[in-house]
């Protein structure tokens, strides 16, 4: 026995008679499942047999109501209205089958007369109601509760042709017929109804073997069909005579049962004491590992095989402290660029605040900006090369004792120890020039874009959040700056809540319509008309005031909100032509794109749809686009406008001369107009250069057949140089201010009285001058 294959040999026939006695539960519940199951089957054929009782006597109802029916003289009697008669008539037909209710109605359901009680209102509405859903379904027997007392009811037409009324009888539904079938089936007997007061017992008859008081019964209940409330056979029998056989095997089997627990229990305490103790230091051994020690050896006295299992705890327990120190360090590491990952940083930056407060430490965090174009244009595998290039660069070029970290997916976080804010620009423009300068991967060359954000600690801040968030205001002025490298400024948090707080207020005034337009107007230069309008969103927040459009049009595009707010103002300007064109008015009104719009492949159905259901003629609307915007993808943005400018919605291109294009690139697009930029008509006249692009677009763009719209035309020289240009349309404050849309209307009407009648330039001037003061 000093082997642990002998001992296990003896637990192993101390486990068969365990298993013995377990297998003997086993047998006893399922001799208490089969017993139990007898049962149940005798209550179901029970419960068959009552079904055919019930349903012999459904026939033997039906045929006599069928004869009753069809009785010539029982017609002539409700013909007539014959009480007594029809009563007699009834009576000895029901006297031959031995029916307890007799009923007969008019064709409606009113109760003509009955036998032998008469009926309430309430049942006279619901023998109504039960008349009506047998014309639907004929020939069915119902269960009905007649006042206190239940009934078997089968109804038949009296027909003569037509239906002149109903015979109705029934066979009363209680202890006698409970009685009778308890006789059948040899259990208990009852008839229920269940309505929302709960159930109420209509007849009963108790099983013949007297149930202990308080014991359960094992219940079999069947609904019958019910007219008013549910009707329920229940047929229950005591479980002292269902379990009566399981009883007697289950004392025969205790007794052997008993016998066998008492010789594996013998066993075990015998043997168990010699196998537990090594199993009891493997124990120790476990919780010791759970607990994370993986540094002391498991040892294990006892058998060969124990001590075989003690080398394998110490293999297993060196593998899972290799396992966590590798998860561990991807937990905490970027798995592209092997750098620390946000967690880290957040890890490392606490601990350096907590030791030394009053240390100087630069965070300066680098983003490249078109790591998303490179995955687009060139493959996932070309941004993943670029970003482990990155991840190098700045390893090498920061000190032994600073960290590195990919903060998100383009941003990388330097942490730079006793580096003052002078300094830390410094370092930040050093490693965003180390990063953008000749950057050759294996198979191809690029230039990325980098921008970086930096703040100090404590200068900026004492806490992990609190520098990690004002670094990344930094670094979004250094975006909205068009820099490279920006310093956190005091107070720029007040304007970053303002942001936040303007992104979800912008939002919420989207849906709640809280938004307004106004309408600049665009003057004909060669007929000096106004027909045309550019329609400019508004928003007045409730307890800031008016919120410019320079501020919010950012945060929606910065937020993902923009195209909500795009499909809010074409939607409402769509409106607005409508509603002039109801009042008599033709207007067309230009309304602005943002650089995401024209490639939604969204935007075109959506306009679409708009412009069908306000009626309004696809070319009264125009759409603005910048020059920046069309060539982000000139050839998707071209197939989505042409789809548009089929339908006779008109483009324009704004703020022209300002972007990256040239005449020859829009020459692929889809557009009827160009709005020269304001910022060369403020000093056109007076600067040859300015003068000189002006001429040229305008010449330029009537070759290829476009229109010219000059914005910014606020003095009389500049309308007079566009009138020698030739340009197509004048728009600005020397027109009109941008009009709420109460005012259009009646600025149009002026403008258009006035200006056709000015031939001369002094009159037009006058006339603009004007326009523009009571505009």
């Keep these: 026995m000093r082997s642990f294959r002998n001992r296990l040999l003896a637990l192993i026939i101390g486990l068969a008679v365990l298993t013995q006695t377990v297998t003997l539960i086993a047998v006893l519940a399922r001799t208490a499942d089969n017993v139990r199951a007898r049962a149940e089957e005798q209550l179901r054929s029970g419960g068959s047999v009552a079904q055919q009782l019930i349903q012999f006597r459904a026939n033997e109802l039906g045929a006599a109501v069928a004869v009753l029916a069809a009785d010539f003289g029982l017609h002539a009697a409700v013909a007539s209205g014959d009480g007594a008669t029809m009563l007699s008539a009834a009576r000895n037909h029901a006297a031959r089958i031995g029916a307890d209710l007799l009923l007969l109605t008019d064709a409606q359901g009113n109760v003509l007369t009955s036998w032998p009680q008469h009926l309430s209102a309430h049942d006279a509405q619901l023998l109504r109601r039960l008349v009506a859903e047998e014309s639907a379904a004929p020939a069915r027997a119902h269960f009905i509760l007649l006042g206190n007392k239940a009934y078997q009811l089968i109804l038949a037409p009296m027909r003569a042709p037509v239906t002149i009324g109903w015979a109705a009888m029934g066979f009363a539904v209680d202890d006698q017929l409970a009685s009778r079938i308890r006789d059948l089936v040899g259990v208990g007997v009852s008839f229920l109804t269940v309505g929302a007061d709960g159930a109420r017992s209509l007849a009963t008859a108790p099983p013949h073997v007297e149930a202990v008081r308080g014991e359960p019964y094992l219940t079999f209940s069947e609904p019958l069909d019910a007219a008013s409330g549910s009707f329920v056979l229940r047929l229950q029998k005591p479980m002292s005579g269902v379990l009566t056989p399981y009883y007697e095997v289950r004392n025969a089997l205790l007794a052997i049962g008993g016998l066998a627990l008492l010789l594996a229990t013998f066993v075990a305490l015998l043997l168990g004491r010699g196998a537990t103790r090594p199993l009891g230091e493997l124990v120790r051994a476990a919780r010791r590992i759970q607990a994370g020690a993986y540094d002391t050896a498991v040892e294990a006295s006892g058998a060969e095989e124990f001590r075989s299992l003690a080398a394998t705890f110490n293999a297993m327990q060196q593998d899972i402290a290799e396992r966590e120190a590798r998860i561990t360090h991807d937990a905490y590491h970027d798995p592209l660029t092997g750098l620390a990952n946000r967690a880290f940083a957040e890890r490392s930056l606490d601990a350096l605040l907590a030791e030394s407060p009053r240390v100087l430490a630069a965070l300066i965090v680098l983003d490249v900006r078109n790591v998303r174009e490179i995955n687009a244009s060139l493959g996932h595998h070309v941004g993943d090369d670029a970003l482990r290039e990155v991840a190098r660069r700045l390893s090498q070029n920061v000190g032994s004792r600073d960290l590195v970290a990919r903060l998100a997916a383009n941003q990388f976080l330097v942490v730079a120890r006793d580096c003052s804010p002078d300094r830390a620009v410094l370092l930040a ?79 919420r005034a989207i849906d709640s319509d809280e938004l307004s337009l106004v309408y600049q107007p665009k003057v004909s230069v060669a007929t000096r008309s106004v027909s045309s309008l550019e329609a400019l969103v508004r928003w007045t927040h409730p307890e800031l005031g008016s919120i410019s459009p320079a501020e919010f049009v950012p945060i929606a595009e910065r937020t993902g909100s923009s195209r909500r707010l795009t499909s809010w103002v074409l939607a409402a300007a769509i409106r607005q032509i409508a509603e002039w064109r109801r009042a008599g008015i033709a207007l067309d009104v230009a309304v602005n794109l943002s650089a995401a719009d024209i490639l939604d492949p969204l935007l075109g159905e959506e306009i679409r749809g708009t412009l069908r259901a306000s009626g309004v003629d696809p070319s009264s609307l125009a759409l603005e686009i910048t020059e920046s915007a069309v060539m982000r993808d000139a050839p998707l943005a071209a197939r989505h406008m042409q789809l548009l400018r089929i339908e006779g919605v008109r483009f324009a291109i704004d703020d022209y001369g300002t972007g990256y294009s040239s005449l020859s690139h829009l020459s692929r697009l889809p557009v009827d107009e160009l709005k020269i930029d304001r910022s060369f008509m403020m000093h056109a006249h007076e600067r040859r250069d300015d003068e000189t692009i002006v001429r040229s677009t305008i010449e330029l763009a009537h070759s290829m057949g476009l229109k010219v719209v000059a914005e910014g035309v606020e003095d009389p020289k500049g309308w007079n140089l566009l009138r020698r240009l030739g340009c197509d349309f004048a728009q600005g404050y020397l027109i009109s201010r941008p009009l709420p849309v109460a005012d259009v209307v009646a600025f149009v009407r002026r403008a258009n009285d006035l200006l056709p009648a000015s031939d001369s330039t002094v009159a037009q001037m006058r006339a603009l001058t004007l326009l523009a003061e009571r505009g």
């Design 429 to 507: 423009e050093q490693l965003a020039g180390a990063v953008r300068s000749g950057f050759h991967l294996p198979a191809v060359s690029l230039e990325l874009h980098v921008g970086a954000g930096v703040c100090c600690s404590p200068l900026h801040g004492s806490a992990t959040t609190e520098l990690l968030r004002r670094v990344q205001i930094a670094l979004e002025d250094a975006e909205e700056t068009r820099t490279r490298v920006a310093l956190y400024r005091e107070g720029r948090d007040g304007e970053h809540r303002r942001r936040l707080a303007l992104a979800g207020d912008l939002r």
